[in-house]
């Protein structure tokens, strides 16, 4: 024991460890690779008055965020993370949005963290930039907006 400002405190002091911080992961997508998609949502976007770029992300930020909610305890990117860890895991939160390109908004996918949980949600994996591409290339087979890549933040 050690007294400092009149307090007795055990010595060595021991602190909590610091909680690891969470390191999103964006997921970079374009337009349409399919011209058939291309020219339904310009239809749509004349129809509605708006420009192409706006009914681009709200359509994607409504499909992504419809397929990131939970049925039965699974949803969209919890199959298909399962399907490339080749492991029964649960996907990172994940939100639909865009992003700035050369003048442009685009849409993309943020991972809300670096990992990927077991079934139990107690063990934590480390997405690899393979699975990361590999999810992308699933989005783009599925719903036909182009992958373009992915960065981590940290």
Same mark, same amino acid.
């Given at each position: %024991? ?13 602190? @909590?460890?610091?909680?690891? @911080?969470?390191? @999103?992961?964006? %997921?970079?997508? *374009? ?68 992003? %700035? ?5 685009? @849409? ?7 990992? %990927? ?31 373009? *890549? ?5």
């Amino acid at each position: %024991m050690k007294t400092i400002l009149g307090f007795d405190l055990p010595l060595p002091l021991e602190f @909590p460890p610091k909680p690891e @911080p969470i390191c @999103p992961i964006e %997921m970079y997508f *374009g337009n349409f690779v399919d011209e058939v998609l291309t020219e339904a949502l310009n239809y749509k976007a004349v129809d509605s008055g708006c420009s192409v770029e706006h009914i681009y992300i709200t359509e994607f930020e409504a499909l992504m965020n419809g397929h990131a909610e939970y049925k039965e305890d699974r949803n969209f990117f919890d199959s298909s993370f399962m399907i490339h860890a080749q492991n029964r895991v649960h996907a990172p939160g994940i939100k639909a949005g865009h992003y %700035m390109h050369s003048g442009f908004k685009l @849409p993309k996918l943020t991972l809300e963290d670096k990992y %990927m949980l077991d079934e139990k949600r107690i063990k934590r994996y480390l997405i690899s930039d393979e699975i990361i591409d590999k999810v992308g290339g699933t989005v783009e087979f599925a719903f036909g907006y182009e992958y373009l *890549g992915f960065k981590r933040f940290s």
